[in-house]
């Protein structure tokens, strides 16, 4: 479903090391509001993130919407002992014309600053308008390509994620009635089902990257789920911890899930001290409640 890159006539494309981000159903994206969707890839031996946000406000004029693009990387690409310095140009394409909204940026990557704050950004109003061709039969296409950062030189791909109107949603809660005897670095709730694939949380009571919190993920069970799309689904969740009379929630997530990508979820989900503190309601006499809610709306298909 719609065009490969060639097609966006963005010239001396040979060699050069670039990923395409194919959007179909783009409006069904745009109805849920602000908030950042995400898909990971791989380039010179480093896993990175583009993000879209379909109604950013982060611009001069905070009452004008637009659709912005960024990127960021993978933590575990990251050690305290180096840096990475990447140069991006980051595109929108407009795929009937060729009139692309284009950035060139810089960043300095370390452990501490996984996030380039600055993006390519378009006016929702612009993007809508059938006198350009950012918005073509309901598709979007963006994309990055790696300018300079000295690794070996690979292929890009294009990757084209379709959102349908109708989502599959479930949810799951897994009671634990003794956090203390939680196996240790790493404990799995028993395996649940929602939209035909299998699914577990998994937990980290001493923290994955920093002992001080405890991590939380949604994982994908990849040899249950027969009826995955060979390059994953898309799916928007929420992870959460049982309070007494309430929850506490972390902001929605969305992410491909994929035989590649089969976990995500968050590093430093709470502070330790956080959840043990019996006044919080989170661990009443050793017991607590994690929860997932998980709405699956979307599946992608990759494109050398």
């Excluded at 292929?155 to 799951?172: D, L, Q």
Aim: charged share 20%; hydrophobic share 35%.
């Amino acid at each position: 479903m719609g065009s490969s890159y060639s097609c966006f006539g963005v010239p001396g494309q040979s060699g050069r090391n670039l990923f395409t981000w194919k959007i179909d159903g783009f409006t069904s994206l745009l109805e849920k509001g602000e908030g950042s969707t995400n898909t990971s890839f791989d380039m010179e031996g480093i896993r990175w993130q583009l993000s879209l946000n379909p109604q950013d406000k982060k611009s001069a004029d905070p009452s004008s919407k637009h659709m912005s693009v960024g990127i960021s990387v993978s933590p575990f690409s990251l050690r305290p002992s180096y840096m990475l310095q990447a140069r991006f140009r980051i595109f929108i394409y407009d795929q009937k014309y060729g009139r692309h909204s284009i950035r060139e940026v810089g960043h300095t990557y370390q452990t501490t600053c996984r996030t380039m704050e600055v993006s390519c950004m378009v006016p929702l109003q612009k993007l809508e308008n059938p006198s350009f061709g950012f918005l073509v039969n309901n598709t979007i296409a963006v994309g990055v390509e790696l300018i300079n950062l000295k690794k070996v030189a690979c292929n890009g791909i294009e990757r084209s994620t379709f959102i349908p109107k109708n989502i599959i949603s479930g949810s799951h809660s897994w009671y634990i009635d003794d956090f203390s005897q939680l196996k240790k670095p790493t404990a799995y709730s028993e395996p649940f089902e929602i939209g035909g694939y299998t699914w577990r949380l998994k937990l980290q009571p001493e923290g994955k990257l920093n002992k001080n919190y405890v991590s939380m993920y949604l994982e994908l069970d990849k040899s249950r789920s027969q009826h995955l799309p060979s390059d994953g689904v898309l799916v928007e969740f929420v992870l959460s911890i049982k309070k007494q009379a309430a929850r506490a929630y972390r902001g929605k997530s969305r992410f491909i899930f994929s035989t590649k990508a089969t976990g995500w979820g968050y590093a430093e989900f709470i502070k330790i001290q956080e959840f043990l503190d019996p006044t919080n309601g989170y661990l009443i006499k050793g017991t607590c409640t994690f929860e997932a809610k998980v709405n699956i709306f979307g599946f992608a298909t990759d494109r050398a």
